[in-house]
């Protein structure tokens, strides 16, 4: 009796000790695609990063984001649309990987609002390909030539839906008192900084209305 008790005990100990390999085996790649899962062409990402660019941004536009990307679909793969230099189209992992602790904010359009359908992607992907490779517009321009990442989102957004996901504003709107922001503007800009351009933050995308 004493050695079927063992015996029986053993096989439980085997039992649950394979379960739990398969569970601990399973765990990585069903996280993966539950998190592959909650992005849909068209999301907005939101992170910050720990650059002296981005701790100006942040301070200026008095936001907690300094960074902003797209999803898109690129045969047939989920892709992170971003302007940084160049313009590219980057795995949605290694974007995310890249925010300060791995944090990030996804927001989607508001239900009633026209989604992204299948023409619509195929309209979105013939519009971005073209500004694949374009520089990083350190100046902030609002001209097509070099594009900054929440430029980049915005005309996205109205080229391909014909939303304006915020209200373009001049560089004077912003807070310009805080000595990194100075810095970062003299270093830009030197005497002659462009107070009248106007330009769109990724905290104006962030508060958008038509975005939730």
Aim: aromatic share 10%; with cysteine.
């Amino acid at each position: 009796m004493a050695k079927k008790l063992i015996f029986i005990a053993l096989a439980i100990a085997l039992l649950v000790g394979s379960a739990f390999t398969i569970s601990v085996n399973d765990i990585p790649a069903f996280s993966k695609a539950k998190k592959q899962d909650q992005f849909q062409v068209g999301d907005v990402v939101f992170q910050t990063s720990n650059s002296s660019q981005s701790r100006a941004i942040q301070l200026a536009t008095d936001s907690k984001f300094s960074h902003v990307g797209m999803v898109v679909l690129h045969q047939g793969k989920l892709m992170m649309l971003e302007a940084v230099q160049p313009v590219k189209l980057t795995p949605i992992n290694e974007f995310v990987a890249r925010g300060t602790n791995g944090n990030y904010v996804v927001k989607k359009l508001k239900p009633g609002f026209r989604p992204f359908s299948d023409e619509k992607i195929a309209e979105l992907e013939r519009f971005y390909t073209p500004l694949l490779g374009k520089d990083y517009d350190i100046y902030f321009n609002w001209s097509d030539k070099e594009l900054y990442c929440s430029e980049l989102v915005w005309k996205v957004y109205k080229e391909v839906l014909g939303i304006e996901l915020s209200q373009p504003k001049p560089l004077k709107s912003y807070h310009l008192d805080h000595p990194l922001v100075k810095e970062q503007m003299k270093a830009r800009y030197g005497e002659n900084i462009p107070m009248n351009e106007v330009m769109v933050s990724p905290q104006d995308l962030f508060e958008s209305t038509f975005l939730q």
